[in-house]
């Protein structure tokens, strides 16, 4: 079993920054993937970014460019998600997941996932 849990969210105004942080416990990480997921009310859940065991990071969607970098520490067994210049539009639940997957984007490739996080930007 792996248990992941997530904090760093919070209120925050257009333009501000909050960083993200999801500890993991049970198992060690090196045979996983960590991807960060999000979901806002009636949407479906969208994923965020993802990272390697190394640091590699194999997919960049267009709204994190620029403002969104992922992160781990591997002695820590945490990934971090730095989140600057927020806007209303990235109000919602954050998630992080663990994945066994070589380069997971999809949600169902992810088997752990977190409680979540709530980010909310106001304007």
């Known amino acids: 079993q792996v248990q992941l849990v997530e904090s760093g969210g919070g209120l925050v105004q257009a333009g501000g920054s909050l960083r993200l942080s999801c500890a993991a416990s049970?198992?060690?990480?090196?045979?996983?993937?960590m991807g960060w997921f999000r979901q806002a009310p009636g949407k479906e859940r969208e994923f965020v970014l993802s990272?390697?065991?190394?640091?590699?990071?194999?997919y960049y969607p267009a709204f994190t460019k620029g403002r969104f970098t992922i992160s781990r520490d591997n002695a820590k067994n945490t990934v971090y998600l730095q989140m600057n210049n927020l806007q209303p539009e990235d109000t919602a639940v954050y998630y992080c997941?663990?994945?066994?997957?070589?380069?997971?984007?999809?949600?169902?490739?992810?088997?752990?996932w977190g409680q979540g996080t709530q980010v909310t930007v106001s304007s």
């Open positions: 049970g198992r060690t990480l090196s045979n996983y993937r």
């Open positions: 990272i390697t065991w190394s640091g590699g990071i194999p």
């Open positions: 997941a663990a994945s066994s997957g070589r380069l997971p984007r999809r949600s169902s490739e992810y088997e752990y």
